[in-house]
């Protein structure tokens, strides 16, 4: 399955919807389209995820990498509307502990 990326930008604030999957295909095309947003300063990107059905460690290294982003150029991440089980897959990491994740 492929991954569908659709971004608004608006001023400071980039929501972003994912559909599909995020695995070594598809998160190099991801990576190169949302790491320029994080460049401007106190960005937040806000990335839903409620239609992405599978997420592999590549995935989250590029949720790593906007992360990190962001956090220099004085921004957020938050990433929405998890399943349960991608939450699951944040925590097991501790990932959740330092990023913005809400399920609903």
Avoid at 67 to 92: C, D, P, T, Y
Wanted: no cysteine; charged share 30%; proline share 1%.
């Amino acid at each position: 399955m492929n991954l569908s990326v659709d971004v608004h930008q608006e001023k400071e604030e980039v929501s972003v919807r994912l559909v599909g999957e995020i695995d070594a295909f598809t998160a190099s095309n991801l990576r190169e389209e949302l790491l320029p947003l994080a460049d401007g300063k106190n960005t937040t990107m806000i990335i839903n995820l409620k239609d992405v059905s599978y997420l592999d460690s590549t995935g989250l290294g590029v949720f790593v990498g906007i992360f990190k982003k962001l956090k220099e150029n004085g921004g957020e991440l938050r990433l929405v509307e998890l399943s349960e089980r991608l939450r699951r897959l944040f925590e097991i990491t501790g990932l959740d502990k330092i990023m913005n994740i809400s399920v609903n």
